[in-house]
């Protein structure tokens, strides 16, 4: 029996586009700037990687990708389709080092992968990415609840660590919110790095967890908690379902 993973779609990335396409648009190609559904043409030429369209209506570039899990990704489509499927094939699920091995990608890629696949898969979060040229996007952590098993003391470590991270925009705010094993700088940053475009302006308190994120996004900047600047930051602790205590005690 030949193996699934052959499929035209796992091994090659103009047969992993038409698949994709296939599954978002099923009626023909639409634009995602201009919603025009009959001036998109596939572009061609070999200089041209597979899946570019351009929209005749607004003369901008896409690809089917744009909105989905699959946005702004260096790694190949057809890999993210081999990904998701084993993630999906296998009964107990699949870690990130599991991944990196059998995809052979290094265990960063796989991590960003599994984390963006898992959390469109359990709906907890919108598939798309965060941020983009001209936004600004609020990071911070909340402490809620207790730990199993932890003794409650003064402080937060006996609590359940939340990272939330917000957008706001025209038509409203987006938070995503998800719990996190700590809030060191190796657990945050692979988040942030997953769910932000990198043209994203960066917010966040002073914590020194986030000391270097201008290096991974085009700009950040902190609020001052203890000026009362603190406020800027504070919003999004009400947009949570109201449950979030804010780590500071604000
Ligand atoms: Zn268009």
Not at 86 to 113: D, P
Request: with cysteine; proline share 4%.
């Amino acid at each position: 029996m030949a193996s699934v993973l052959n499929a035209p779609y796992f091994q090659d990335e103009a047969a992993a586009y038409a698949k994709l396409e296939s599954i978002v648009w099923p009626h023909g190609p639409v634009c995602p700037h201009c919603k025009s559904t009959d001036r998109m043409k596939l572009m061609g030429g070999n200089a041209t990687r597979p899946g570019l369209y351009k929209c005749y209506a607004c003369r901008k570039q896409s690809r089917v990708t744009v909105g989905t899990v699959f946005e702004s990704s260096h790694i190949k489509l057809h890999v993210w389709l081999q990904a998701a499927f084993l993630m999906c094939s296998s009964k107990k699920g699949i870690s990130s080092n599991q991944l990196a091995r059998v995809l052979g990608l290094t265990v960063k890629s796989a991590w960003f992968m599994s984390h963006r696949l898992r959390e469109a898969m359990t709906g907890g979060i919108m598939p798309d990415v965060f941020g983009g040229e001209g936004s600004v996007v609020e990071i911070d952590e909340a402490f809620i609840g207790r730990k199993e098993g932890a003794e409650v003391k003064r402080g937060y470590r006996h609590k359940n660590a939340v990272l939330s991270l917000v957008e706001r925009r025209p038509e409203g705010a987006r938070v995503i919110s998800f719990h996190v094993d700590g809030t060191s700088p190796a657990t945050l940053l692979p988040i942030n790095r997953a769910h932000f475009a990198k043209a994203t302006f960066v917010m966040t308190d002073e914590a020194p967890q986030y000391s270097r994120l201008d290096t991974h996004f085009v700009g950040h900047d902190c609020t001052t908690h203890n000026t009362g600047e603190y406020v800027r930051g504070k919003v999004h602790t009400n947009t949570v379902e109201g449950t979030i205590a804010c780590s500071n005690g604000a």
